[in-house]
Each structure stands twice: as C-alpha cells, then as structure tokens.
C-alpha cells in the first residue's frame, strides 16, 4: 500500500471511530471530554437491568458535553409486546418537551417584530379582553362567583404559565372540572377555533401574573403563532425551527412509513397495573396541533433543539435566534411575587424558577437534582426527558415510553448517573 493509501485509510478510520451516520455531533472518547468511561457504563447497566425487571420498555439516551457527543444508546424494546428491539432513531411521544420548541417558535416571531413578550393575548383573540377570575371563599378555595381581572393575560404569562388558565386534569377544584383535562385531551376534543372559544368561556384560576400553575398557556401561545403567521404550528416549525436545525423526526403526526419506529409504552403501568396507551396517538390526525403536548421527536433531534439553546441560538451554520434572546428566554421570569406552585406539576423541579417555556435553575441545592446554576429543561409525561447545564457545557437527552408517576424516579435516576460519570 502506497503512503496516500495509507493516509487515506488512516482518515477513513477516524472518520468511522469519531462518528456514525445519523449522529447529531462528533463523537469523543469520555476522558476527552471529563467523563469516567467506566462511571459512564454505570448508566447502560442501571437502564438494562430496569429494562430486564420490566420496570420500562426500553429508553435512548444522548450525552454531549463540550459539543461531542460521548454517549448515544438504545436499550430494550420499541415495543415489547411485538419484540421489536429500541434503536437511536426511535420516534417518541415528548408530551411537553414540545413547550421550548414553541416557546423558541414565538420568539422567532419577536425577533421580526411579529409579537411582542407584552402584548395582551386579547390583541390577537379579542375574547379574551373581559376575562373575569373564580372568586374564593373563606377558606381560599374558588367559587362559583366570579371577579374582573386585575391586568390582562400577557403573552409573556403564556410562556410562563401565570395566565390563569389551568390544565383541568390537576385539580379537583370547581374550576378545574370546567377546564379540559389537558394539552392532548384538548387535541382531540376541539378544533383550535373551538379551544379557544371554550377557555374564553372559563373563569380563569388565578389572576393573570400572580401564580405559576400548569396549564394551556402554550397551547395557547401556538395559536397564536398560527394567527399571526397563516400556517398550521407544525408547519411553521418545519420550516423555521426544525428543518434549519435538521430535525427530520420531529413534529405533530407520524407517517405510515414512520410508524414502525414508534415507541410503544408497556401495555400495563408496573406499579398501578392500570392500561397504558399512547397519548396522543400521532398516527392518526388531531383536531389541532396543541404546542403545549402533543410533538413526537427523536433524541438526535431533540440533541440538536437543546445544543442550539445552549450555544446562544446557534446549531452549526444555522442561526436561529440572537444570543440575548436566548439569554432572556432562559433567566427566570417569575420573581418574588408570583407564588411558584412548579413543584405541583413536578416534583423533580420543586424550587426551580421558570423561564420562558422551561425550568431554569436559580440555586446549587435545595432541589433534588444535582447541576449547576443556569441549568435548564422541562420534561414530558410521556416518560421523556433532557436538560441542559451551561456551566458544563452538558446536553442530556433521555426518552422512553413510560407516563405514570414512575417517570419523576427515571428524572433523578438518570440525573444522578450522569453527573456522577463526570470527573474533571
């Protein structure tokens, strides 16, 4: 073999040992990068052996640290029942996950002038300028009365979840059995004209900017990207956040072609023994496209969505969004007098502050997670999950198919082996 051969394929093999096709970044070895290679295996070994237990189906997981990628594995079953094997390009059910993605969308709209984070919501849906709040009683529960608000629902309370309005399925309150259960319920029960009509109809929960409670506010918010832009929320993310950041995977149905890569929960819940399903079940059409729930992704897609968020709005060659707007999507928007119930929603952000459109961490302890300040996420129900820690420079991606109260164990399990791993 001649030495240009040889050069040849000696580049050939580090091409092949630095990277897979459909990689989302270039792979390093762990030391490279500050990980432990055999802290790191603890991982694999923890997934396979609740995988073997029949706690979950199987789950992918992506690690990226300095911008390579050190971990990108598939364990277990994309469906258990059919024995079909989980692989990396397994389509997911992400539940909220799809929240930042919308939240990302609008804020592409304020980067053009399109909306502004003050505008009242009532500027683009007129119904909800006379919106009145439940009325409590003596013991602070609500009522059936009803008083004026105080200051209109802000586009910025959407993204941050203080508009008032509730997902129903959260509560028991008067007020709560009025609303719809939740982002993919509402999804298949209404049209987006419907949806709206109907929580104009509704007392709202709270007056608009004086509590953090989970609910529609992106749902919400992705109509009103659709009334400002003439397009459905999907295809105006194609064109504006995932085709630009290569996100091929992503979005709000599954194609017949697609369907076989669909993860499948377990048919019945391990703990409660109750049915499980997808939900919702994106091979057949929803009524509208809700940005509060109702995306499926892959995790190299959603590495790429997290990386970008990371680096200031920035994904390779493509620019998405300015490095201050990123900035201030990420700083807490809560502040001292809005009372802070995330911990309802989620036990695992317990003590967080939120951004716009994810948690963002304000403190080094008191949560129960570790990380650094900065910290950034919000998970899906459907048992997904990532974060990103800036001061790390780390980007995890965590999906499986496993709703229930079992996925807030796999958010602190996989939290605490990934940072264990790391040793620099």
């Not at 399109?114 to 007129?126: A, E, N, Q, T, V």
């Not at 200051?151 to 959260?170: A, E, F, N």
């Not at 007020?175 to 109809?201: C, I, N, Q, T, W």
């Not at 969505?305 to 969004?321: D, I, K, Q």
Request: glycine share 10%; proline share 7%; aromatic share 10%.
């Amino acid at each position: 073999m001649g030495p240009m051969r040889t050069l040849v394929a000696a580049l050939c093999l580090f091409a092949c040992t630095s990277a897979f096709a459909g990689d989302p970044l270039p792979r390093a070895r762990p030391e490279n990068v500050g990980f432990s290679a055999e802290r790191l295996g603890r991982i694999g070994a923890a997934i396979q052996a609740d995988v073997d237990a029949g706690r979950i189906p199987g789950a992918v997981i992506a690690i990226a640290r300095h911008g390579k990628l050190v971990m990108f594995d598939a364990y277990g079953y994309r469906d258990k029942a059919a024995n079909a094997a989980m692989t990396t390009d397994t389509i997911f059910n992400i539940a909220s996950m799809t929240k930042p993605m919308t939240t990302v969308g609008a804020l592409l709209l304020y980067e053009q002038g399109k909306l502004l984070i003050g505008d009242p919501l009532s500027k683009y849906f007129p119904k909800f300028a006379e919106m009145r709040v439940a009325k409590r009683d003596g013991y602070g529960e609500p009522t059936a009365d009803t008083v004026p608000t105080i200051r209109p629902i802000l586009i910025q309370d959407l993204m941050r979840h203080t508009s008032g309005l509730i997902y129903g399925g959260r509560g028991t309150t008067l007020v709560h059995k009025m609303y719809p259960a939740g982002s993919a319920d509402a999804a298949r029960e209404y049209d987006g004209a419907a949806f709206m009509d109907k929580l104009a109809s509704l007392p709202l929960l709270y007056q608009p900017a004086s509590v953090w409670d989970y609910g529609f506010g992106l749902d919400v918010l992705g109509l009103t990207i659709e009334k400002i832009t003439g397009q459905s929320l999907g295809q105006y993310l194609q064109a504006n956040l995932f085709a630009p950041l290569g996100m091929t995977d992503t979005g709000f149905a599954i194609s017949p072609e697609k369907a076989a890569r669909y993860a499948k929960p377990l048919p019945a819940d391990p703990d409660t023994g109750k049915p499980q399903a997808r939900s919702p079940e994106l091979t057949e059409p929803l009524k509208f496209e809700c940005g509060g729930g109702c995306a499926a992704s892959t995790a190299s897609d959603y590495l790429r969505f997290a990386t970008m968020l990371m680096n200031g709005g920035r994904f390779g060659e493509a620019r998405l969004l300015g490095p201050k707007t990123v900035a201030y999507m990420l700083s807490d928007q809560l502040g001292p007098n809005i009372k802070n119930l995330i911990g309802n929603a989620d036990p695992t952000r317990s003590d967080y502050g939120f951004g716009l459109g994810l948690a963002v961490r304000t403190t080094p302890g008191v949560v129960k997670m570790m990380g650094s300040v900065g910290q950034f996420s919000w998970p899906g129900a459907s048992g997904t999950d990532w974060w990103v820690d800036p001061k790390e420079e780390l980007v995890v991606v965590y999906l499986s198919a496993a709703p229930g109260p079992i996925r807030w164990y796999y958010r602190q399990k996989i939290n605490a082996l990934v940072y264990q791993a790391i040793v620099d």
